[in-house]
């Protein structure tokens, strides 16, 4: 999620594009720069959902959040929205789970920001916490496909 015009606001797009080149099987990546609003038809559907936008809660620029949605209400004070962005990721996950249309698993990591301006490129911060976020999707990635069971093959299936 965010806005690459913006600086620091298409970190989450980077880690998107970080992943897409991957072409992990099993793993869809799309990137989004709308409002939050429509995030929910965007993850109908996903059992796991990860969620990647930019932050600006004052903390050290590159500092990675990490947060279970359906552990409790997201800090917005985290999480509020850094660009154009109408409803921020956090208004949109607290809309969804108000309208119980959260999915199954969401994840979000908000990687704080440096710079927001219009045209400015991003951080050396973003860029390094971006990396670091990509790795730790890539577990989140391995652990969730743990917990999904094959069918079995046909022939063995209990009966």
Do not use: C
Request: net charge negative; hydrophobic share 45%; glycine share 12%.
């Amino acid at each position: 999620m965010g806005n690459e015009a913006r600086g620091d606001d298409g970190v989450g797009l980077t880690v998107a594009r970080k992943l897409q080149k991957m072409q992990l099987p099993g793993l869809a990546v799309a990137e989004f720069q709308g409002d939050g609003a429509a995030l929910m038809e965007r993850w109908q559907g996903a059992a796991t959902v990860v969620l990647v936008d930019a932050a600006a809660s004052g903390a050290a620029p590159g500092t990675v959040h990490r947060f279970e949605a359906r552990a409790g209400p997201l800090p917005r004070e985290v999480l509020r929205p850094t660009s154009t962005h109408a409803l921020g990721p956090a208004e949109a996950v607290e809309l969804a789970r108000a309208l119980g249309r959260l999915p199954p698993r969401l994840i979000i990591y908000g990687i704080e920001g440096a710079a927001f301006g219009a045209g400015a490129a991003l951080s050396q911060e973003a860029l390094i916490a971006a990396a670091e976020v990509v790795v730790r999707i890539l577990d989140d990635w391995q652990e969730a496909r743990k917990h999904i069971s094959p069918s079995p093959p046909v022939g063995e299936r209990e009966g």
